[in-house]
């Protein structure tokens, strides 16, 4: 990672704050398939105390600093929590007033540039998080392979 990266990313509360879009790229396998490694970037924006951000992929920092951004799977009494679509168990929990921003679209490495209010975005959000554990367990399996399989053999 770059100097000028890090210190995007440590101000990233302050971009966001300001109204214009913020663009970075997705690491991790934790929001497989939806979102790959490495491959995409996401645009964030700020969202407001009051909207609704149940089912958006929202993104928070950790106390210990790291930048996570998962799905929100329930917003209560002012604590949100959140999981990522490739995770099967694990989920985290932060303040509504936390929630840094939202994931507004996402640029894949093609270009092309997808919106994640579309019906087609919601479409494969439900169809991935309506199937069995069972069965995401082992298309995660399988996923990550191709996606450490691409990283390796990338020019």
């Known amino acids: 990672m770059s100097n000028i990266e890090d210190i995007t990313k440590l101000h990233i509360e302050e971009l966001v704050d300001e109204g214009s879009l913020f663009v970075m790229h997705v690491t991790g396998y934790s929001m497989l ?15 407001s105390p009051d909207e609704d951000i149940y089912r958006r992929i929202a ?13 929100v799977l329930r917003v209560e009494n002012g604590m949100v929590t959140l ?14 007033d936390e929630i840094i921003g939202i994931v507004e679209s996402v640029l894949r490495e093609s270009g092309r540039k997808v919106s994640c ?11 991935w998080l309506s199937q069995p554990t069972i069965v995401r367990r082992y298309a995660l399996a399988v996923l990550r392979r191709w996606c450490n399989f691409k990283r390796r053999h990338k020019k």
């Open 117 to 127: 209010t579309t019906r087609w975005w919601r479409i494969r959000e439900r169809i």
């Open 59 to 71: 993104m928070f920092r950790t106390p210990d600093g790291r930048i996570i951004v998962h799905r």
């Open 83 to 96: 999981r990522g679509d490739g995770n099967i168990i694990q989920c985290e929990q932060c303040r509504r």
């Open 33 to 47: 398939p939806l979102l790959g490694y490495g491959d995409d970037r996401i645009v964030l924006r700020r969202t």
